[in-house]
């Protein structure tokens, strides 16, 4: 698990790789991650949007923003949790993503963002070599 703090919202991220969903000799990978957030502030928060920054292990980019996750825009009370699954596709058999939350919280519209930590995804069919 891989896990970072923001303005007291903890982002917990879980990826997994879903070897059914993949066919490597077609070069097509698939992970499905977990995300977990959780409000340890006094007020209450709203994820509003999001962006990812996903790299292939050949170094190729792919930049993801739209508004909440997975359809929803949740709020997010005081000394609770909101977690969802989603998943990534790749064309290599490792990669990494990284990337932030929009929130809002707060009578007054404060708008913040929220590091979502770095996190790997790795396959079994990824062969290293040492040259």
């Not at 995300?35 to 509003?48: A, T």
Request: glycine share 8%; aromatic share 12%.
């Amino acid at each position: 698990m891989y896990e970072a703090t923001t303005r007291n919202i903890r982002v917990v991220a879980e990826p997994f790789f879903v070897d059914s969903e993949s066919q490597p000799e077609e070069h097509h990978f698939f992970w499905a991650y977990r995300i977990e957030l959780e409000n340890h502030g006094d007020e209450p928060v709203q994820l509003i949007s999001r962006y990812w920054h996903i790299t292939d292990a050949r170094g190729n980019v792919e930049e993801v923003r739209g508004p909440g996750v997975v359809g929803d825009q949740p709020i997010i009370a005081p000394g609770e949790s909101f977690s969802y699954e989603s998943g990534c596709p790749l064309s290599t058999p490792s990669g990494i993503m990284r990337g932030h939350y929009n929130f809002r919280q707060g009578a007054e519209d404060d708008k913040f963002m929220v590091a979502i930590p770095a996190f790997s995804l790795d396959s079994e069919y990824e062969h290293s070599s040492v040259n």
